[in-house]
C-alpha cells in the first residue's frame, strides 16, 4: 500500500508529485467522446481556429481527472475508501495538446469521522500547473481516508 493512512496525512503536508504527464490528443478524444461531450471546442480543429484560442482545449474534465489521477500515488493509494465530494474547482487557464501537467497537494484539513473511528476525513487541495508554471486547475477534495486504529 503505497498510500498515506490518516494519521500520515497532518494539516499543512504538501506533495510535489511526479511524474508529471504530458496530455495528448488522444486523451482529450477519448475522454470527450465516451463522456458524450459534443462541444466542437474539443473534437473541431477548425471549429477552434476562429476562437480565440486559435486550436482545440482539452476538456477540463479530463484536466481535473488528471490532476487528482497524478496525487494519488503519494497520498490516497490503497488508503482511500471514498470520496466526499470536490468544491471550488477552477480552471484558471486552457490546457492543449502538448502540455505537460505537474501537480502539487496540500492537506488543508483533517479530522476523526464522528461516525466511524477507523476512518479519518482530509480535506485535500490539488493545484495543477503546465510546463510554464502557469496554474491550469485547482480542486479542493473531500476524502475518507483509512486510519491505523480507533483511537485520536
Known amino acids: ?15 510535489r508529485h511526479q511524474p508529471s504527464r504530458t496530455v495528448t490528443e488522444t486523451d482529450n478524444l477519448l475522454v470527450t467522446t465516451l463522456t458524450m461531450n459534443t462541444q466542437p471546442l474539443h473534437l473541431d480543429h477548425e471549429f477552434a481556429k476562429g476562437t480565440e484560442f486559435g486550436k482545440p482545449l482539452v476538456n477540463s474534465m479530463f484536466t481535473l481527472a488528471l490532476v487528482v489521477g497524478l496525487s494519488v500515488s503519494d497520498t490516497t493509494l490503497g488508503t482511500t475508501i471514498g470520496n466526499l465530494g470536490f468544491d471550488k474547482v477552477e480552471f484558471p487557464k486552457p490546457v492543449f495538446f502538448g502540455d505537460t501537467i505537474t501537480v502539487e497537494t496540500t492537506v488543508l ?10 476512518v479519518g476525513i482530509v480535506l485535500f487541495e490539488h493545484v495543477g500547473t503546465n510546463q510554464r508554471g502557469e496554474v491550469v486547475c485547482r480542486a479542493k477534495r473531500n476524502a475518507m481516508i483509512r486510519a491505523q486504529s480507533g483511537q485520536s
Open 109 to 118: 484539513e483533517a479530522r476523526r469521522s464522528k461516525s466511524r473511528p477507523d
Open 1 to 15: 500500500m503505497a498510500g498515506r493512512l490518516f494519521e500520515e496525512l497532518p494539516v499543512g503536508a504538501t506533495f
